[in-house]
């Protein structure tokens, strides 16, 4: 395999900068894919593979920027992208020139894209709105923060590289490839580290770091003296993802890969196998337990049939289905007994909304909402006046409707979950996925899936991944359509096996 250019002057670059590499990775450059890792010879679980300098690593505090960028009061990935967005403006002059020559202009994220390509290709999806609110609020960020400095430097800055579409670009890199580092250099780009691609849950490799320099702090930070051990061994993947919890399924519990070997150099950052990779197969990173919503919002990629797929359902639709067989008066108030119980939605930002899982199990609380929807007038009322009288139904002592009682107090079991599915919910369910399916437009997902065979994942990039993850959210609603249609799977299996044991009598 024949070295491309732009890696054989990386690699000079990174042995001027003090890189240790070892000699069985292999770094593949395809002119469509971009860049992968493979493995020269076998890699052994427990392998230092590479040691990376911090000093190396662009960030807010290495980078020449720094003190505009510092005085800005600009930090995190805002700060960090003001620093690439700088030393890129510096050609060969900029110290990361060799490491910049390999970077892409940008990273196809979803925020690169046109506003009629987010609204063409990712309607009805759990990313169109957070898309479209993303790229609203960067320009905002750049308006804010980067035109002012833009004002204040005139002779120091070139505007050619400060412009809005190299902020956008600088941010789809950031969001891609960056990393934390450490509590004193924050986020940062971490050249070779960014290089290995991601497979879920089939991490090879990982990236581990001692956290602070103390070396390059000020003396402004007396507290750092005092961490313990503990505070002083950070590990990450990629940079864990300051991702919406509704594309994550943040709701029913994240997931950060956690660390399981760590240097002992401060200044370096090591990259170690924790698993053995035999020859010529390719070397993965994982960049987090994320579903394809998550994977393209921050990566630009999508993965078939993803485990950590979800689908949500605001709580405003299940509204809709309310106020399509009920007064406004009946539903405000079934919701208000609903939270009265203690039941909530998951929150993020201004919506509430209830998460389906990726096989098709809807949450909790969804079913709880809707059984109480349907709860006959008589049994609701009671049901709401002896909760107003005991203050709350754990100490409620109502026996007459011990049925509709255990259900709705015995949160979360499994046994509840069951009890819930009467034919009523089933068929509320059924009407409530096929709203959140209507958002989809008229493309049914047989549609989809036959265009999807039709695109390829390189030149047709934006509309093969937004189908992708058009058809695994539509998968995840027929899912939900098909443990809808069993209406009280459990009662009926007890139902039968009861009959099965009289006429045995
Ligand atoms: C940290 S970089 C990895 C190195 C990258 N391939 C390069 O050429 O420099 C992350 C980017 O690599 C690509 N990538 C990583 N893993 C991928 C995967 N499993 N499938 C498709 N693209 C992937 C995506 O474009 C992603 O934004």
Known sequence: MVTSRRLRAFKRWMLSRGFEISDGLE?????ENGIAVRALYQLKEGDVVAKIPKDACLTVKTSGASQMIEHSGL????????ALMYERSLGEKSPWAGYLQLLPHHECLPLMWTLNEVNELLS???LHKT?????ALMYEDWKENILPILDFSPSKLNPKYFGVEEYFAARSLVASRAFEIDDYHGFGMVPLADLFNHKTDAEDVHFTSVSSNYESDSDDDDEDECVTDEELTKSSSMDEPELDPALTGKCSGGNLEPSSVVGDDPSMLEMIMIKDVSVGAEVFNTYGSMGNAALLHRYGFTEQDNPYDIVNIDLEMVLQWCSSLFSARYTRARVSFWRKLGYSACISQNSEYFEISSDGEPQFELLILLYIMLLPEDVYNKLDLSVSVAGNIHESSETSLSGDWNILTKKASNMSKESLL???VCDALLAVAD???SLYGLNSIEDDIEASGR???VGE???FHSLVLRISERKILEKLRNYSAQPNRFGKRNSARKKMKSKKK
């Open 27 to 31: 770094f593949v450059d395809h002119p």
């Open 75 to 82: 930090d995190g990935k805002l700060g960090l992208a003001v």
């Open 124 to 126: 009805g999806t759990e």
């Open 131 to 135: 898309v479209q609110e993303d790229k």
């Open 422 to 424: 009467s034919i009523k």
């Open 435 to 437: 709203i959140r399916e």
């Open 455 to 457: 695109f390829n994942c």
């Open 461 to 463: 990039r934006k509309l």
